[in-house]
């Protein structure tokens, strides 16, 4: 497995819109299993192809990483959809593309999404709480969305400012 590098806003690219793949191929299982090698080194829960430069419609979470015994149970899903929605709630949510800043965020509370798991089959999941806002945060990405995005525009520029800022002080060192 490869670590692939992880694109950080302001990047141009985390703004472009993934397309569908056609089926679940072996490069797609390899990249499926290089997003989650890629995921589990940043220490997060959610990855989407989009953040690491690949415009495919592929995700990989696992919420329950870093919780009791540490084992890894990565869900890897193309195409994602979702097919149904009910109630709302609010998370404090984070993001590897978006380091060192958290906003509270506005999701739908139960969600049913569809999609290609690694082995071309199609499955359902039926999602609430963190899972839920995982698979939303990463679909988000899927279509050129950051979480924060979902905040106040004042909040979000001051919060890509100060990325710009740190990425330009990085470059002089």
């Known amino acids: 497995m490869t670590r692939l590098t992880i694109l950080t806003a302001p990047d141009k690219r985390l703004k472009r819109k993934a397309l569908p793949i056609h089926a679940v191929t072996d490069a797609t299982r390899r990249l499926m299993e290089d997003m989650a090698e890629t995921m589990y080194h940043a220490q997060g ?9 690949v415009l495919q419609r592929v995700i990989v979470v696992d919420v329950e990483y870093g919780q009791k015994d540490g ?19 609010v998370w404090t949510e984070g993001c590897l593309s978006v380091p060192e800043y958290t906003a509270e965020v506005t999701r739908t509370a139960k969600i049913l999404v569809k999609g290609l798991n690694q082995h ?6 039926d999602a609430t709480d963190l899972l839920a806002v995982c698979l939303q945060h990463e679909m988000d990405h899927l279509d050129g969305t950051l979480f924060i995005d979902h905040i106040s525009r004042l909040k ?9 800022k740190k990425q330009q002080d990085e470059g002089r060192s």
């Open 45 to 53: 829960i959610g990855l989407a192809a989009t953040q690491v430069g």
């Open 71 to 89: 084992k890894k149970n990565p869900c890897f899903l193309a195409n994602p959809e979702i097919v149904a929605r009910e109630g709302e709630l």
């Open 120 to 125: 071309n089959q199609e499955i359902t999941i």
């Open 156 to 164: 979000r520029s001051m919060i890509l400012q100060k990325l710009k």
